[in-house]
């Protein structure tokens, strides 16, 4: 299974409300995850099971979708969301495969 | 406070071997499948394998499958990775991950480790 994530890069404000979105190649029901990496750091998981959030993620994050199509939203960006974020399949058994990455960059 | 502390990696030439440890700290280790997933320089994550929490399924990506193994010993809340006829593009970082194991988290990785550089490079 494989996973195409858009998109590769933005640039937003402080305050906005910016959207990433994951595709994969088949059905996935809800088993997908995101994480958030900062430079040099290991990602940290955000969300799993597709919309449900890791405890002591802020609930600026949030995230939807099932199947095919899946959604990471970040309401009020924040200075401290500069990160990549990616999103990574758990479906049956493995190998898991990890979406390409968004580099989300604050102006 | 739950801690997951890889080591043993560094340069190595191709074709040649390598053992990285993790060791898990401040949480049931032995109820956790765990995972190992690598990053190259630049470049997204990576699941390479993971473990059963008895060590009886294994699971790898198809680039490495028949060249590294993954073991575990819950007696000393060890992982181990054994990496061999290591390539060019075998070269990152490599983490150590649990997985949470339950029933609605169960293949997502809540917990890393900091990472351990592996170099193959002639």
């Known amino acids: 299974i494989h996973i195409t994530q858009s998109p590769s890069s933005l640039s937003a404000s402080v305050g906005d409300r910016v959207t990433i979105t994951c595709r994969t190649t088949?059905?996935?029901?809800?088993?997908l995850n995101w994480y958030q990496q900062k430079p040099g750091r290991a990602p940290d998981l955000l969300i799993y099971?597709?919309?449900n959030l890791q405890r002591g993620v802020p609930s600026r994050f949030s995230a939807n979708g099932s199947t095919t199509h899946f959604t990471l939203t970040i309401r009020d960006l924040q200075p401290g969301d500069s990160a990549t974020y990616y999103c990574?399949?758990?479906?049956?058994?493995?190998?898991?495969?990890f979406g390409q990455g968004t580099k989300i960059e604050i102006k | 406070e739950e801690r997951l502390l890889e080591s043993g990696g560094r340069l190595v030439q191709p074709g040649g071997s390598l053992r990285l440890t993790c060791e898990a700290s401040?949480?049931?280790?032995?109820?956790?499948?765990m995972n190992w997933v690598r990053q190259a320089p630049g470049k997204g994550p990576e699941w390479v394998a993971n473990?059963?929490?008895?060590?009886?399924?294994?699971y790898y990506v198809d680039s490495v499958r028949g060249r590294f193994f993954i073991s575990r010993d819950n007696a000393n809340n060890s992982l181990f990775l054994e990496l061999n006829s290591l390539r060019v593009d075998d070269t990152a970082v490599y983490y150590c991950?649990?997985?949470?194991?339950?029933?609605?988290?169960?293949?997502?990785?809540?917990?890393w480790g900091q990472g351990t550089l592996v170099t193959v490079s002639s």
């Open positions: 991950a649990r997985d949470p194991s339950d029933a609605v988290s169960a293949g997502s990785a809540d917990l």
């Open positions: 401040g949480f049931s280790f032995s109820r956790h499948w």
């Open positions: 473990i059963r929490q008895d060590g009886g399924d294994k």
């Open positions: 088949s059905n996935v029901k809800v088993y």
């Open positions: 099971g597709a919309s």
């Open positions: 990574q399949h758990c479906f049956n058994i493995p190998p898991w495969t």
